[in-house]
């Protein structure tokens, strides 16, 4: 990320100098090769640049200034197509200064070379123009080599300036002799282009800023553009409001946009440059031979930063918006941590879900095993004794008439055991398809309990249980199924048989629950004295299959789906089985049912509330 940012604010910088220079090298093109301007042409090439330029409103004054010519500068005006002399602005004081103190310079450095083809006697000049060109060196506003002084022997380069403060651009446009030879003196025509801040302000650095430090949604950065000088800091552009203000905010990272790219980039850090190479006259060609072979082709320039005692410095820092890359990287490693940690846990509990996948299927594949055992052995059971009364009476062995009626009624009670396993089966089978369809209606609770004991009389009788009957007078007629109702009392009450024990006993009861006087609710109860449930077994009764290793054990037969298929009857008319149980003191079923006429109220009141609420399909 560190080097991510240096690389944005390098491409921020570069291009920013690429914007200036293009709009800086397009106006100077227009000017005569002279150095003089013809104001049409001007006009005409100037209008061609802004009709291209991608900020046409970047230039906003142009002035013209010949060091030995008037004090005052031209300043272009394009609306008007001429060039008038004004005065020199107030912030253009020090810019003027060090563009004499070029001037200077480069008249030195050429009294100079004039010098070394003179007579003996001009050797004070020679020593007095050197000692004055040491003095502007030393001075800071004029560099050594890098700065512009001379490559070798060659012509003077005189370097292209900005100074942040205004911001300005100045190019020196030619080198030409004033009027009097005799003097060697040279003349420089600057070129100054007064850059409009505003522009700068809310186009270029807001374009270059979404460029390089846009992320997924916005910038990841606050970017800033503040000029620094002995007086403090000051904002020229920021991306959020009060963002670069203070001056105790710690960056991330901060570049020049002039100049050295790190540091203040003072007068003694010299200035990152291509000096343009002036032209010399006519009667310096015998030495430009030898000075051109030492500089080579003439480069595009690039800007000297311009530094003074109260110069500003342009830098532009970013931070992130976290507070800081660090903080940025804490916060992304922290991320990655927590999604690291919930990918494993999604992985710990997917591997959970698995193997309690894994084990529920085992124990269903076990229970099934059993169930097909149990229905097997239930099966096989009745068929057998079945089997054998049919041989008996077909080999002859039954002989009188009594034995042969005992025959025949064992062979009912076995076929009807059997017809009643089938039944279950399918039902149950039937149940786990698809829901089955009861014809709700008032059921009688007295008849049903009636048929229910009927139907499992020989199975009681068999078995020696003494049923009690405890039905409350006056109950009213329940909401359900008639035959649903049967077919789950006699699941009930043959369970109490099966698991009674030695107590031989059970008890079909029902009561009335009231509500403010009123009955909401009746409770149908099948009740043992037998072996119980135990609390860790009593929660797996009403799956299917589900038998009790103690019971499996003990011999007795079962296929695990009674209970089951009486809680999916229950529940499918509107009501609950509930179980309760102790080990040793017996079992207590309850089929909880709504009284018929509550059960229609509340029906009605459902149509109602559908049909009270407003149809917005159409």
Not at 395 to 413: A, C, F, M, P, S
Not at 440 to 463: D, F, H, I, Q, R
């Amino acid at each position: 990320m560190q080097t991510n940012l240096q690389v944005a604010l390098m491409g921020f910088r570069m291009d920013f100098a690429r914007e200036l220079g293009t709009a800086g090298m397009e106006i100077r093109s227009a000017l005569d090769p002279s150095g003089t301007i013809n104001p049409a042409q001007f006009s005409q090439q100037f209008q061609h640049w802004q009709q291209t330029a991608a900020h046409p409103n970047l230039v906003e004054h142009i002035y013209v200034w010949q060091d030995h010519g008037s004090d005052q500068p031209l300043r272009f005006d394009p609306g008007r197509e001429q060039l008038e002399h004004v005065a020199w602005p107030t912030e253009f004081d020090s810019l003027r200064q060090h563009l004499q103190e070029v001037s200077l310079f480069a008249a030195l450095h050429l009294q100079e070379r004039q010098a070394d083809g003179r007579d003996t006697r001009l050797g004070h000049e020679q020593t007095s123009a050197q000692s004055d060109r040491d003095h502007f060196r030393a001075s800071g506003h004029i560099g050594g080599r890098r700065g512009g002084a001379s490559h070798g022997r060659g012509d003077f380069l005189v370097p292209l300036a900005v100074d942040q403060s205004i911001p300005a651009l100045a190019y020196p446009v030619r080198q030409h002799a004033m009027a009097d030879q005799r003097s060697g003196d040279r003349a420089i025509t600057w070129l100054i282009i007064q850059l409009n801040k505003s522009v700068l302000q809310k186009e270029i650095f807001p374009e270059l800023a979404q460029k390089y430090f846009r992320g997924q949604f916005g910038l990841n950065y606050h970017v800033a553009v503040r000029a620094s000088d002995k007086a403090g800091e000051q904002v020229v552009y920021a991306s959020d409001a009060g963002f670069g203000g203070d001056d105790s905010q710690q960056m991330d990272a901060s570049l020049n946009l002039f100049g050295p790219p790190m540091g203040r980039g003072g007068p003694n850090m010299g200035p990152e440059m291509f000096l343009a190479p002036m032209r010399s006259s006519s009667n310096d060609r015998s030495m430009q031979g030898e000075d051109r072979r030492a500089t080579g082709p003439e480069r595009l320039p690039r800007l000297e930063v311009f530094h003074s005692g109260d110069q500003s410095v342009w830098q532009v820092v970013a931070k992130h918006k976290s507070g800081s890359v660090e903080a940025a990287v804490s916060g992304l490693r922290r991320r990655n941590l927590m999604a690291s940690f919930a990918v494993l846990v999604l992985l710990g509990l997917t591997m959970a879900l698995i193997i309690i996948a894994s084990q529920r299927a085992r124990r269903l594949a076990r229970l099934q095993m059993d169930f097909v055992t149990g229905v097997s052995h239930e099966l096989r059971t009745p068929l057998a004794v079945i089997s054998s009364a049919a041989e008996n009476i077909a080999h002859g062995v039954v002989e009188d008439k009594q034995q042969l009626v005992r025959y025949g009624n064992t062979i009912v009670k076995q076929t009807r055991q059997l017809t009643q396993l089938v039944e279950q089966v399918l039902l149950f089978a039937a149940t786990q398809q698809a829901p089955r369809n009861h014809n709700l209606g008032p059921v009688n609770l007295y008849g049903a309990v009636e048929a229910a004991l009927e139907g499992t009389a020989t199975t009681v009788a068999a078995a020696g249980v003494t049923v009690e009957r405890r039905i409350e007078s006056g109950l009213p007629a329940v909401s359900a199924d008639f035959n649903g109702l049967v077919q789950s009392l006699q699941n009930l009450i043959v369970n109490a048989v099966k698991y009674g024990g030695d107590s031989r006993w059970l008890r079909v009861a029902a009561e009335a629950v009231k509500e403010k006087g009123q009955t909401k609710e009746i409770i149908l109860s099948v009740e043992d004295k037998g072996i119980g449930i135990s609390k860790d077994e009593i929660k797996h009764i009403f799956e299917p299959f589900y038998r009790s290793p103690a019971i499996a054990e003990s011999g007795i037969h079962g296929t695990g789906l009674g209970l089951p298929l009486a809680r999916k009857i229950v529940e499918a008319m509107g009501g609950q089985l509930t179980a309760e149980s102790e080990v040793g003191k017996g079992s207590l079923f309850s089929i909880h049912l709504q009284v018929a006429g509550e059960r229609a109220t509340q029906e009605q009141q459902h149509a109602a509330d559908r049909h009270a609420e407003p149809d917005f399909s159409s």
